[in-house]
Nanobody, 126 residues
Framework: QVQLVESGGGLVQAGGSLRLSCAAS????????VGWFRQAPGKEREFVAA????????YYADSVSGRFTISRDNAKNTVFLQMNSLKPEDPAVYYC???????????????????WGQGTQVTVSS
């Protein structure tokens, strides 16, 4: 398994931007698909974005499409989530998750990911 650590969360005004990072250690990160999920208080964890092991494919939830961008730097074992035009409905704990690239999987299903970080809090003030 790969170990994941998120960073970059914080407080930002509505309309502002944040960049989250997900740093991996323990295994060769290039062998893993990575997803970002978020969980707001009182709500279930939901899919935000995902990127394939090579970076060649990216996927987004409708709620963030056009505002968030997922990318990865495999040389630095890091995946990023650039969040622009943040809205009052975006605050949550954001988690990154990784899944070994072999086999089929559903990028938006948290049960298909085997490794998870501890999460980073994102707060948006209006």
């Amino acid at each position: 398994q790969v170990q994941l650590v998120e960073s970059g969360g914080g407080l930002v005004q509505a309309g502002g931007s944040l960049r989250l990072s997900c740093a991996a250690s323990g295994r060769t990160f290039i062998s893993y698909h990575v997803g970002w999920f978020r969980q707001a208080p009182g709500k279930e964890r939901e899919f935000v974005a995902a990127i394939s092991w090579s970076g060649g494919s990216t996927y987004y939830a409708d709620s963030v499409s056009g505002r968030f961008t997922i990318s990865r730097d495999n040389a630095k074992n890091t995946v990023f989530l650039q969040m622009n035009s943040l809205k009052p409905e975006d605050p949550a704990v954001y988690y990154c998750a990784a899944r070994y690239y072999r086999g089929s999987y559903s990028y938006d299903q948290e049960g298909d990911y085997g490794s998870w970080g501890q999460g980073t809090q994102v707060t948006v003030s209006s």
